[in-house]
């Protein structure tokens, strides 16, 4: 399932030079992130509260700068989940400048079309970022199947399939 989620950015996230510190980017992924399993009805506070037996930490991130991000800066947030295995999945995200017409209050869109043909409709990326996640035990920290709750997230039919390599 892609996923849009709108916003301004604020002075607080910017660095000396007046642009997104680099760091933040990823923070505002996470942000993202939350409010895409929120929309899927999947409870955050119980989902990353240190009582879940299945936690499902960040094992890989990584982020792309294109384009400058200012304080006032009103951005739309695409992600899409990809499943990698059993117990892995990661999230791809895409930062552009929200279209005219979009809300620049926190807003979230699910969107049935995949990623790829939502990036279409922009101009390039103001940065891209993607997150690798495991599901593991709490207690044992070894690999688990991903919470069915989660697994229904990533099974969405407009999912992004992996590809067959």
Not at 26 to 37: F, G, Q, R, V
Not at 128 to 157: G, M
């Amino acid at each position: 399932m892609a996923f849009r989620y709108c916003r301004t950015i604020r002075f607080h996230e910017t660095d000396a030079a007046g642009v997104v510190y680099f760091a933040n980017v990823l923070t505002l992924c996470h942000e993202a992130y939350e409010a895409a399993l929120g929309e899927a009805f999947i409870d955050v506070a119980d989902f990353f509260s240190t009582s879940n037996p299945l936690p499902i930490p960040i094992v890989h991130a990584e982020a792309s700068y294109f384009k400058p991000l200012r304080c006032g800066d009103k951005i739309a947030i695409t992600l899409a989940p990809l499943r990698l295995t059993p117990y892995s999945y990661e999230v791809r995200y895409t930062l552009t400048y929200q279209q005219s017409g979009q809300q620049s209050r926190p807003e979230t869109h699910l969107l049935t079309q995949s990623l790829s043909a939502a990036q279409s409709q922009n101009e390039r990326p103001l940065a891209t970022a993607l997150t690798r996640h495991v599901c593991i035990d709490k207690t044992t920290r070894q690999k688990q199947i991903i919470d069915p709750r989660l697994d229904d997230w990533l099974n969405e039919p407009a999912a992004i399939a992996a590809p067959d390599d």
